[in-house]
């Protein structure tokens, strides 16, 4: 019996965190520069990208026996994630014919250390959706309210981009942006002919130095494998660490949290955790919660967080928590382009990422379905990888040979091997990423008979797109299938009809969940109030992405990033007030 | 899965049996000829990550015949020619037994297409492909590197040339000698000022003002 009692550790914290990605790190790091004493608990081990035993960056593929495959990784072997779709002993499930795919990065840091680095801001027409298009919900909070973090938050851990003046798109504080790829300038150039704007896209990525502790970017490419220069936003480097050199941070790494310990009061008291190494079950105190473990990992604490005061699970009086989940859209294509054969060749890695892109320019009276996309572009001459060739047979049989003259698809050889060379850098792709419809009835909940190794309840997706979102993936490729064709390009594969749903992702696939803690003024509808405090508790927190009451066709990180800050200060404010 | 399990899995999977071969002489289940487990994170692999690699470095899976076959149908695929190797430098029969370890879904398409073509060559030349003359490989490799031309009943083949072909460019690619021969010229530190002015010139492009600005 002994080896499982729960230890309860004497230090009572200010404040403790679970979870230390983008909305985790900024809480540490904004209350641990106000001097909160914080525990701060990372299911994952610690991880620092600039030290050698863990840096993957610059390597060769030939230094991995499987050439960067994806067989462990499922970004590949030199991707910085650990984790994955699947986790030994942390299963989820799904019900009635629902597919949705989670991934989850078990790492100091979480998903900021391998994430894409695009930072859009919401533009104020995505915080009031529902006053627009009747469907949905608005915000409790505006653009306004969330600018002076915006601000802050672009000086604080560095963007580039451009003053572009375009309404729903609000600029921010930028650094310079990198100089487009030449497939990027043709994309340009044949996009903006269809009317679609083509604008240097806006990544967390210095082009130049913001202080001491960072290097500036040194283009290799390779942000998806975590940056030793520290170049990039991954929130083990920017805020994590810092945060722990203030001295006010203990680092609880490998914990696993269990659930949210509260009061006969209802207020929290602490967090208990299993220890991932010793397998012991841990309980730290604190006088203030604060959860930041993902939109799912946040609802499934509140939920497994039951107490007589909280019967439905913590902050769930309104039963909304795990409602409301949704991911964004995503549907992509990619082509060849004849007059970027046999190119002269150069280093032309840059950062890692695209230096361009397309915001949403539609107005939605004229379409029919809701909301909007923004497009991603990739191509050019990239790093050699696992994959790098096959399929060559898909289209090697509509260009002519070296001597002009038509030659069947496939073939071996010299004239395959010319083939490889001067195809290189010619290739193309274009991905869409767009706002659904936030639904009740997608969401998570916890699944009443399965729990994971350490024997907490894990969650039970449900989940199915809507018309909406169908609608918005074919529009998608009859756009992506313009653009190809202005660039006088050979779309590539087969374009994806409705039985495939227009190429739609399953969701989860574009690893955008939030929703799933829902803030808003009136506390029968939501968990949390405008500055993400658990209505019917004080004390608790939430600042992923797990309050957003709609997602946006933006990516969520730098508006996790804003709140949180928003949010720590709101704590900071309320403690001196004496109301906290 | 930690390695103890991974052997005895191997060791008991119908694999081992006529398929996958564990190191030299060593049963089951037996750990002398691997290194310690690992311990902690080396050169970016996690201690669980290097463990699977020093397991599935010890096994074997082809057979020397079917090595040889493999190593003649990538050289065909890719050769060497007066300016640069061809896949048998750049190691590529190698890759593809690491690769047929790594991924199981691939040992059966693989091994299953290499006797295919075996009794394909057996059928019409009388020989293992191996032992075909030159002029009789590609007239059998050319009933199956074109899918688009290939007749029906050689389509299995043309799944395992397609394949065949994709594992060849990709282990070839992914070599030295294959970034030799691209010309790729990334992968190190450098300063990106955009694309070369002649490139720009030839296209017809150049850049907005707005990167002109410091």
Same mark, same amino acid.
């Given at each position: 019996m002994n080896d499982f009692q729960i230890k309860r550790a004497a230090k009572v914290y200010d404040v403790c965190i679970v979870g230390s990605g983008a909305g985790g790190g900024m809480a540490a790091y904004t209350l641990a520069n106000a001097g909160a004493k914080v525990a701060l608990i990372e299911a994952g081990p610690y991880y620092d990208p600039k030290d050698p035993k863990y840096i993957t960056q610059l390597?060769?593929?030939?230094?991995s026996p499987r050439r960067g495959?994806?067989?462990?990784r499922p970004f590949g072997d030199?991707?910085?994630?650990?984790?994955?779709w699947q986790i030994d002993g942390e299963p989820y499930t799904t019900k009635d014919g629902t597919k949705f795919d989670w991934f989850r990065s078990r790492m100091l840091g979480g998903r900021t250390?391998?994430?894409?680095?695009?930072s859009l801001r919401f533009g104020p027409d995505d915080f009031r959706r529902r006053s627009l298009d009747g469907l949905g919900e608005d915000w409790p909070i505006g653009y306004d309210d969330v600018k002076p973090f915006y601000d802050r938050l672009d000086r604080l851990v560095g963007i580039f981009g451009s003053i572009e003046g375009i309404r729903n798109e609000p600029d921010g504080i930028f650094l310079p942006p990198p100089k487009p790829r030449l497939h990027e300038l043709l994309i340009k150039k044949g996009a903006t002919g269809l009317g679609i704007p083509v604008i240097p896209s806006r990544l967390?990525?210095?082009?130049?130095?913001?202080?001491?502790e960072r290097g500036a970017c040194?283009?290799?490419?390779?942000c998806s494998r975590g940056c030793f220069a520290y170049a990039d936003f991954s929130s083990s480097s920017v805020l994590c660490k810092p945060a722990i050199a203030t001295g006010n941070v203990d680092l609880y790494s490998n914990a696993m949290a269990r659930e949210v310990l509260t009061g006969p009061d209802g207020l929290a008291t602490g967090v208990s955790y299993v220890?991932?190494? =010793?397998?012991k079950e841990e309980i730290v105190q604190a006088k203030i919660v604060i959860l930041a473990a993902s939109a799912g990992e946040s609802a499934r604490l509140l939920l497994n967080?039951?107490?007589?005061?909280?019967?439905?699970?913590?902050?769930n009086g309104s039963g909304?928590?795990?409602?409301y989940l949704h991911d964004s859209t995503g549907a992509s294509r990619s082509a060849f382009v004849?007059?970027?054969?046999n190119r002269t060749r150069y280093?032309?890695?840059?950062?890692?990422?695209?230096h361009i892109y397309s915001p949403w320019w539609l107005?939605?009276?004229?379409?029919?379905?809701p909301r909007g996309y923004h497009i991603e572009y990739w191509g050019g001459m990239g790093m050699p990888a696992?994959?790098?060739?096959?399929?060559i047979e898909g289209l090697n049989g509509k260009i002519s040979g070296m001597d002009g003259k038509p030659k069947p698809a496939g073939g071996y050889g010299k004239s395959l091997k010319e083939d490889y060379h001067r195809f290189y850098g010619a290739y193309v792709g274009m991905a869409g990423r767009g706002e659904a419809i936030p639904r009740e009835d997608n969401y998570c909940e916890i699944d009443p008979t399965t729990v994971d190794k350490y024997g907490i309840p894990v969650l039970r997706f449900h989940y199915k797109w809507s018309d909406y979102e169908i609608k918005q993936a074919k529009h998608m490729q009859d756009t992506f299938e313009q653009i190809i064709s202005s660039m006088g390009g050979i779309a590539l594969g087969e374009k994806p009809g409705p039985e495939r749903n227009?190429?739609? !992702?399953?969701?989860?696939?574009?690893?955008? !969940?939030?929703? =799933?803690?829902r803030m808003g003024n009136n506390p029968d509808k939501t968990?949390?109030?405008?500055?993400?405090?658990?209505h019917e508790a004080k004390n608790v927190f939430c600042v992923d992405?797990?309050?957003?009451?709609s997602q946006a066709d933006k990516n969520t990180t730098w508006t996790i990033m804003a709140l949180s800050m928003r949010t720590s200060e709101y704590i900071i404010d309320q403690k001196k007030k004496g109301n906290l | 899965m930690d390695r103890r399990d991974l052997l005895k899995y191997m060791a008991l999977?119908?694999?081992?049996?006529?398929?996958l071969l564990t190191g030299a002489d060593a049963q089951a289940?037996?750990?002398?000829?691997l290194p310690p487990p690992a311990t902690d994170f080396l050169n970016g692999r996690s201690p669980e990550e290097q463990d699977r690699d020093a397991a599935l470095a010890q096994q074997k899976f082809f057979s020397e015949a079917e090595l040889k076959t493999i190593g003649q149908l990538a050289e065909l695929i890719i050769p060497a020619d007066d300016k640069s190797g061809g896949a048998t430098e750049a190691g590529v029969p190698a890759f593809i037994e690491f690769m047929a370890k790594d991924q199981p879904n691939l040992q059966t398409p693989l091994r299953g297409g290499l006797r295919w073509l075996d009794n394909q060559a057996s059928k019409q030349f009388g020989k293992l492909f191996v032992d075909c003359a030159d002029a009789q490989k590609t007239a059998l490799l050319d009933q199956i590197a074109y899918p688009e031309l290939a007749k029906p009943e050689m389509k299995p083949g043309v799944s395992f040339f397609n394949l065949m072909r994709g594992l060849t460019a990709t282990g070839y690619f992914t070599t030295e000698i294959g970034f030799k021969y691209l010309d790729y010229r990334g992968n190190k530190p450098n300063v990106w000022d955009g694309v070369p002015q002649e490139v720009l010139d030839k296209y017809g492009l150049k850049y907005d003002p707005i990167y002109s600005k410091k």
């Open positions: 390597k060769a593929p030939w230094e495959a994806s067989t462990t030199f991707d910085a994630a650990w984790g994955g250390n391998h994430w894409g680095r695009i967390s990525i210095l082009t130049k130095a913001i202080n001491k040194f283009y290799c490419n390779q220890d991932k190494i =010793t397998l967080s039951k107490s007589t005061r909280h019967p439905n699970g913590l902050a909304v928590v795990g409602k004849p007059t970027l054969m280093n032309e890695d840059g950062v890692g990422g695209m107005e939605n009276k004229k379409l029919d379905f696992y994959g790098f060739g096959w399929g227009y190429g739609l !992702e399953i969701p989860g696939r574009i690893i955008h !969940e939030v929703g =799933t803690v968990a949390l109030n405008s500055f993400q405090q658990a992405a797990g309050p957003f009451v | 999977s119908p694999l081992a049996a006529g398929g289940g037996e750990l002398e000829a």
